[in-house]
DNA sequence: CACACAACCTGTCAGC
DNA sequence: TGCTGACAGGTTGTGT
């Protein structure tokens, strides 16, 4: 389920658990994810400590001591748990666990396999093909409307697949941009360049604040984020029309309607998007 | 170049 | 109870 407000989600959850920790054991059950993990891959992490957890687009990057990073995106389908303890039990599609000193367990699991661990130095990570080219962080202060309306107006795809489109702005996936156009009143398949610079003010302004909701939503499941499911980033959230086809649109009480765009499915209300 | 589409892989669910 | 097909929150490579 991972968009941006998941990936936040699980840095946040992660930040008071294992930074500081000295990474104490690393357990590969399968190396063929999107990428092979490298050979060095275990050598590479372990017995370093873990400075921090930055994250860049859907991407995390945990920073380890000695300039060493380890790069994860979640895919489809990935999840991080953390669990007390080192007797812990792989579960199917664990295909990585981490044992922290301290008595913490985190496993990357990931059943579809569209996601990706990368383990190297910094410099390299961050110089990375995979994290070149991407667009702004939708938070980023200086995606001001002039901006935003500028990159829209650049493509003459539909809006929402040129929102979804990482190396214009990234962050959004399939859910959230179907909720912000929505929010916003513009029709998914309006070209981009015919969004109005009004609309493009309305449509930035939505992403953001549905993205907030959404991390404020997660933030809401932090709490008992070990204790409870040990997962993070699957909480339930209130759309307005994502996966709702046929049921009524919350402002005018007509049908949602859902078409096909770029081979994934979008949710909007023939009345209240133009 | 800009865009659409298939492919990657497994699980789940609706329909027969 | 199977079986089949469609679909799932992402990204990338290929083709038009």
Redesign the pocket.
């Known amino acids: 389920?991972?968009?941006l407000p998941?990936v936040e989600t699980v840095r946040r959850g992660l930040l008071p658990y294992i930074v500081g920790r000295r990474l104490s054991d690393v357990v590969l059950y399968r190396r063929?994810l999107?990428h092979p993990l490298g050979d060095a891959f275990e050598e590479r992490l372990m017995d370093r400590v873990l400075l921090g957890i930055d994250r860049r687009?859907?991407?995390l990057l945990f920073r380890f001591e000695g300039g060493v990073m380890l790069l994860a995106?979640?895919?489809?389908?990935g999840s991080l748990t953390l669990k007390a303890g080192h007797d812990y039990a792989p579960r199917?599609?664990d295909h990585v666990v981490f044992g922290w000193e301290g008595e913490w367990t985190l496993a990357f699991h990931d059943?579809?396999?569209?996601g990706l661990m990368l383990a190297g130095d910094e410099v390299d990570i961050r110089g990375h093909?995979?994290l070149a080219g991407l667009g702004p962080e939708p938070f980023d202060a200086t995606l001001d409307p002039g901006r935003f309306h500028a990159l829209l107006a650049?493509?003459?795809?539909?809006v929402k697949?040129?929102i979804?489109d990482?190396r214009k702005l990234v962050g959004?996936?399939?859910?959230y941009a179907c909720e912000a156009l929505f929010a916003s009143g513009i029709h998914p398949e309006r070209p981009?360049?015919k969004v109005t610079g009004k609309e493009a003010g309305r449509l930035l302004a939505a992403i953001r604040s549905v993205l907030e909701d959404a991390i404020e939503s997660g933030g809401s499941t932090l709490r008992d984020y070990v204790r409870s499911s040990g997962e993070a980033?699957?909480f339930q959230?209130h759309f307005r029309v994502?996966?709702r086809a046929g049921k009524p649109c919350a402002q005018c009480g007509r049908g949602v309607l859902q078409i096909?765009?770029?081979?994934?499915?979008s949710f909007y209300c023939a009345h209240c998007q133009k």
């Open positions: 389920m991972p968009e998941e063929e999107r687009a859907k991407y995106h979640l895919g489809m389908s199917k599609h059943p579809r396999r569209f093909k995979l650049s493509s003459r795809a539909p697949t040129v979804m990482q959004v996936g399939n859910i981009a360049n980033g699957y959230h994502y996966g096909r765009q770029a081979g994934r499915s």
